[in-house]
C-alpha cells in the first residue's frame, strides 16, 4: 500500500527557513508526479507546488522565488525548501503523489508549519 509521511515542519519567525520532507513507499516513485499542498483552518487545501515525472515544476504565485520543490528518486523522497517564510505560510502541509486525471491519488498524514512575525 501507498505511503506518504512528511516531516520537518515546525515553528519558526518571519523570515526564517524551513525543509520539509515526504518519505514514499508502496509503488513506483519515480513514474509519479508529486506536489506539495496547504490547509488552513476553515480553508481549502491549495497547491503550493508541484513536480512531474519529467521534472516539469509549477509553484504558486504566493511562494514563487521563496519555496523550491525537489526529489530525489534513489531515496523516494519529495523535499519542499521553504525560505524567507511569512505568516501567512502557516498552514498544514500535505504531501500528495500520482496526479491522475486533474487529482492526487494519494497524500500524507500532513506537518504544521507555523510562522511568527
Known amino acids: 500500500q501507498v505511503q506518504l509521511v512528511e516531516s520537518g515542519g515546525g515553528s519558526v519567525q518571519a523570515g526564517g527557513s524551513l525543509k520539509l520532507s515526504c518519505a514514499a513507499s508502496g509503488y513506483t516513485f519515480s513514474i509519479c508526479g508529486m506536489g506539495w499542498y496547504r490547509q488552513a483552518p476553515g480553508k481549502e487545501r491549495d497547491m503550493v507546488s508541484r513536480?512531474?515525472?519529467?521534472?516539469?515544476?509549477t509553484y504558486a504565485d504566493s511562494v514563487k522565488g521563496r519555496f523550491t520543490i525537489s526529489r530525489d528518486n534513489a531515496k523516494n523522497t519529495l523535499y519542499l525548501q521553504m525560505n524567507s517564510l511569512k505568516t501567512e505560510d502557516t498552514a498544514m502541509y500535505f504531501c500528495?503523489?500520482?496526479?491522475?486525471?486533474?487529482?492526487?491519488?494519494?497524500w500524507g498524514q500532513g506537518t504544521q508549519v507555523t510562522v511568527s512575525s
Open positions: 513536480i512531474s515525472r519529467d521534472s516539469i515544476i
Open positions: 500528495a503523489a500520482c496526479l491522475l486525471g486533474g487529482a492526487f491519488r494519494h
